[in-house]
């Protein structure tokens, strides 16, 4: 568990210098972060009724009160993509922040698990020329650091050996930062510095289940809570008598996700999952008023899942997926933003432990040019680890 | 076997991670960001930023009575308006006492001249005894009180033409054999060397001084039987007269250039990017230094410093002294255009913690060295006269345009 642990710091230690998730996150509250490991991921996040034994990372965090032993996953997205607007075209790499979370078995069928995972962020880092007449060239410079995110405690249970059932108690935390500065190419030129703060704070609710209907047909369902924020808004200024500070609510409202996953035929299974949320208040974000609907999410993937027998192919799952996001953003006011995503993965067992290194790629397009005249060809790399030894008090020897 | 499974698996990820980073790079996102901000959507909008020009209400000049005496170089004529009217000489006398009952023959006043400007340039002088005394440490800003009768030479001469190719003269020898024979005190003032008349075409003669350490003036006393008895200058001082006629700061003389503004163009809640005080220097009538100090090696370039006086009252005193703003190096003998950072004195100024607005620029070395910054003044053209530039930034409007 110690060279595991090690392992998972160093891949978090890759995310630090993170940059922005796609484009179109940023504004308001950013882009929406699916829940789920890379095996979700590569089912095109339609696994909120798939059993998962192995990863603590779930879309159902009823579905780690399956968990046999201690548990511990770490995610990471690699972001790579292509923007269009116009002529302009500009080329972004990016990371999401690792989600990560560690499950302990208290008793067989249940388990609490708590860790890190982000809900929304959005990031970017973009500057326009200004031209002065007698004075150097100088630059306006804006810089965004969103990032809404969750550290969830989740008691998972097995009442039945055909029903899961998990209860979240979710402590919400995040910040937006908007940073604007306009500097010049000369040193004798001071820079004259803005930034807005909005730190973000609330406790929310959320519940699940996991039902083995029949053994070739699994329901599940995760309701995550509405979160009422207090948000902590501070304005500073280079020019300080022009510095506030207020405090306002936000809400985010109740997200559902339902799905099912059914074995179609021998190993292979077909999963499906719709998620949505309602259209949120822009409290805060007037300049949004009118600009923001429903937020849906449409998955579906298909897992031929691995033998422990037969030839290396054999002892690997395929993963195929596919899904469609509706943002809960609109651009311009009215034009719905959609993307669509292809989804192919497959995961590597780690000997003869429960765990798995999990991986997927993705390819898909945010916006588009006719309607959001944004557009956004994504390419994405999922990671994800995760590694189990059995939670026991260790003996002492005594000589 | 595990534990090098696991990390190698980490490894291989946190290798593709980087390998795909590096890979795929990162553009300037800046033109696809266009649409989000230009509607509003990504609200914060930074403020306009303008560049902003106050021609000064009012540039004008203090005179300051001042001498310098320390200097290494002793000079008579007149350069840039600057006019050098009298040089104070004392002499040591005291191997004098040796020589009692010995004939003096012949004195030489030997003045060390190295260059003349030009070089056609002379001068016609007197010398007169001193009646008071003077210190190299004092400001003298008009000649002590002298015998007006001249020292008269070897012929009763009484005005004497110094020159390039003339820089010894005769003392009459009758006056030294009487402090030989103790019966007169040598000049116990020392003597002055004061202009005859003001020549048609001016110039300047440069002469060693006693504080550039060697070869300063000296009395050459030769007695019968060819011994010689060298009195050299132990003080001297080259009293100046101000005649600049332009705008300028100098050093020496010594004038200050003041300049008074207001900022009501500048909006209140502007943020200072830079603001600067613009001037163009007249390098016809600018002194970095005369020749006689460059061929000593002394520096050019005029030493400037700009404080924020303690009173705006040209009368008072306050104006003298104040909180320094800026100071480094100009090169005066060349037209150019100057900017003086004002950094956090004219954001103090804008943001009213300050209310002073008058900024005074003079000689760094004002207290040591002649030196003279002449620039345009505000009756200039445009793109010559002098004012204050500020650029600076209206505050960032984080709810957007829409």
Redesign the interface.
């Known amino acids: 568990m110690r060279t595991a642990a090690a392992a998972s710091i160093l891949i978090l230690l890759l995310s630090f210098g993170a940059k922005a998730q796609s484009i179109y996150g940023m504004n308001y509250i950013g882009e929406a972060v699916h829940m789920g490991s890379s095996r979700h991921q590569a089912l095109g996040y339609s696994a909120v009724a798939v059993q998962d034994t192995i990863n603590s990372v779930t879309p159902n965090p009823a579905s780690t009160a399956d968990l046999p032993m201690g548990t511990l996953t770490f995610q990471q997205v690699l972001s790579a993509s292509r923007v269009y607007f116009l002529d302009f075209s500009s080329k972004q790499t990016r990371y999401q922040v690792p989600t990560f979370t560690v499950s302990f078995p208290i008793r067989k069928g249940l388990v609490m698990t708590t860790g890190y995972r982000t809900r929304y962020m959005g990031r970017a880092d973009f500057v326009y020329q200004r031209d002065i007449e007698g004075a150097p060239v100088a630059y306006e410079n804006y810089k965004l650091d969103s990032s809404l995110y969750i550290l969830p405690v989740i008691v998972a249970w097995r009442p039945f050996d055909a029903l899961r059932v998990a209860g979240e108690a979710q402590f919400n935390f995040g910040s937006i930062i908007d940073k604007v500065n306009v500097w010049f190419d000369d040193l004798n030129y001071r820079n004259v510095d803005s930034q807005r703060r909005r730190n973000f704070s609330g406790l929310s609710w959320g519940a699940s289940l996991l039902w083995e209907a029949h053994p070739r047909l699994w329901l599940g369902c995760n309701i995550d809570g509405a979160v009422n924020y207090r948000v902590d808004e501070v304005v500073e200024n280079t020019t300080s008598v022009l510095d506030t500070s207020t405090t306002f609510d936000y809400t985010l409202p109740l997200a559902l996700d339902v799905g099912f996953a059914a074995n179609a035929f021998g190993r292979w299974w077909l999963s499906s999952s719709y998620w949505m949320r309602a259209a949120a208040d822009p409290a805060g974000f007037p300049q949004l008023e009118g600009s923001v609907g429903d937020e849906t999410h449409i998955g579906v993937g298909i897992e031929r899942r691995a033998s422990n027998e037969g030839h290396i192919l054999n002892r690997i799952p395929i993963r195929l997926g596919f899904y469609t996001d509706k943002w809960h953003l609109q651009f311009p006011p009215g034009q719905e933003v959609n993307s669509m995503f292809l989804t192919f993965g497959s995961a590597i067992p780690l000997g003869k432990s429960p765990g798995a290194i999990d991986y997927t790629l993705e390819f898909g397009r945010i916006g588009s040019k006719a309607e959001n005249f944004v557009e956004e060809n994504v390419f994405r790399l999922g990671l994800s680890f995760s590694v189990a030894e059995p939670w026991s008090k260790r003996s002492t020897k005594r000589h | 076997?595990?534990?090098r499974?696991?990390?190698a698996?980490?490894?291989i990820?946190?290798i593709?991670?980087?390998a795909?980073?590096a890979g795929?790079?990162?553009?300037?996102?800046?033109?696809?960001?266009?649409?989000?901000?230009e509607?509003?959507?990504?609200?914060?909008?930074?403020?306009d930023?303008?560049?902003y020009i106050d021609t000064l209400r009012n540039v004008s000049m203090i005179e300051i009575p001042y001498g310098i005496g320390h200097s290494s170089i002793l000079k008579l004529g007149e350069i840039k308006g600057v006019r050098y009217t009298t040089l104070l000489m004392q002499f040591r006398y005291d191997s004098l006492a040796n020589y009692e009952g010995m004939t003096v023959d012949s004195v030489i006043l030997d003045l060390p001249v190295i260059t003349v400007q030009d070089t056609l340039f002379h001068l016609g002088v007197t010398f007169n005894e001193l009646l008071e005394g003077f210190s190299e440490d004092d400001t003298i800003t008009s000649p002590p009180a002298y015998d007006p009768d001249p020292i008269q030479g070897a012929n009763e001469e009484t005005v004497r033409d110094i020159s390039f190719e003339r820089t010894e003269f005769s003392i009459n020898k009758t006056i030294v054999q009487e402090w030989v024979d103790g019966t007169a005190d040598p000049w116990p003032h020392g003597i002055s060397i004061n202009w005859a008349y003001v020549p048609d075409t001016l110039g300047l003669i440069e002469m060693y001084a006693q504080d550039y350490g060697t070869n300063p003036p000296f009395l050459n006393v030769l007695f019968d039987g060819g011994t010689e008895v060298i009195l050299p200058v132990v003080s001297d001082y080259a009293i100046t007269e101000d005649r600049i006629t332009d705008l300028a700061a100098a050093g020496g003389t010594a004038r200050r250039i003041y300049f008074e503004f207001d900022l009501d163009g500048v909006p209140e809640?502007?943020?200072?990017?830079?603001s600067a005080l613009v001037f163009h220097t007249d390098g016809s009538s600018g002194l970095g230094a005369t020749y006689g100090e460059m061929l000593v090696g002394t520096s050019t370039d005029f030493p400037y410093y700009l404080y924020t006086p303690d009173s705006s009252d040209p009368d008072d005193p306050g104006m003298l002294e104040g909180t320094g703003v800026s100071r480094s190096l100009i090169p005066v003998t060349i037209d150019a255009k100057i900017k003086i950072?004002l950094g956090q004195y004219m954001i103090d100024v804008l943001?009213g913690s300050r209310v002073n607005t008058v900024l005074v620029l003079q000689s760094d070395f004002e207290a040591t060295r002649v030196q003279i910054l002449a620039i345009f003044d505000t009756a200039a053209g445009d793109s010559i006269r002098p004012y204050i530039?500020i650029?600076?930034?209206m505050?960032?409007d984080?709810?957007?345009?829409?």
Not at chain 2, 41 to 47: E, R, V
Not at chain 2, 269 to 274: S, V
Not at chain 2, 398 to 402: H, L, M, P
């Open positions: 076997m595990m534990k499974i696991y990390f698996y980490a490894l990820a946190a593709a991670v980087l795909l980073s795929c790079g990162t553009d300037a996102e800046g033109p696809v960001t266009r649409p989000f901000h509607s509003g959507w990504y609200s914060p909008q930074a403020g930023t303008e560049r809640l502007a943020a200072l990017n830079y950072p943001n530039e650029i600076y930034t505050p960032t984080f709810q957007g345009k829409r």
